[in-house]
């Protein structure tokens, strides 16, 4: 006998109307931890940057060596609104095209931003 599909059988790939698999519950909570991470981290950074930069005093040290610390503050800042920026993105649960804009941004300006 051949038999149809089943009515009231539950599909294991549901999938949200944009086309898009819906994240888990669990798949947000490791998104919005590994986020907050990597915000504190970048934000703690930050603050220690900008304290040592402000601190210093001409006599001190070279005006190169307060530059690249107010530059590497202003770096960590910038890295901090990018790792939220992922985070949310991460958490649509729609087209992923927040994330990766964020993400690229993310790359490009820790590589040129650090390893300058």
């Given at each position: 006998?051949?038999?149809?599909?089943?009515?009231?059988?539950?599909?294991?790939?549901?999938?949200?109307?944009?086309?898009?698999?819906?994240?888990?519950?669990?798949?947000?909570?490791?998104?919005?931890?590994?986020?907050?991470?990597?915000?504190?981290?970048?934000?703690?950074?930050?603050l220690a940057y900008w304290d040592i930069?402000?601190?210093?005093?001409?006599?001190?040290?070279?005006?190169?060596?307060?530059?690249?610390?107010?530059?590497?503050?202003?770096?960590?800042?910038?890295?901090?609104?990018?790792?939220?920026?992922?985070?949310?993105?991460?958490?649509?649960?729609?087209?992923?095209?927040?994330?990766?804009?964020?993400?690229?941004?993310?790359?490009?300006?820790?590589?040129?931003?650090?390893?300058?």
């Amino acid at each position: 006998f051949a038999q149809g599909p089943r009515v009231n059988q539950l599909s294991t790939n549901r999938v949200s109307e944009t086309g898009i698999m819906a994240l888990n519950t669990w798949s947000k909570l490791t998104i919005v931890g590994i986020g907050f991470m990597m915000m504190i981290q970048n934000y703690s950074f930050f603050l220690a940057y900008w304290d040592i930069y402000l601190q210093l005093t001409s006599e001190e040290a070279s005006s190169d060596t307060a530059w690249w610390l107010g530059f590497s503050a202003i770096v960590c800042a910038i890295e901090t609104v990018f790792a939220c920026g992922m985070m949310l993105g991460g958490l649509w649960d729609g087209p992923r095209v927040l994330f990766w804009i964020f993400w690229v941004l993310h790359a490009v300006v820790a590589v040129f931003g650090h390893t300058v």
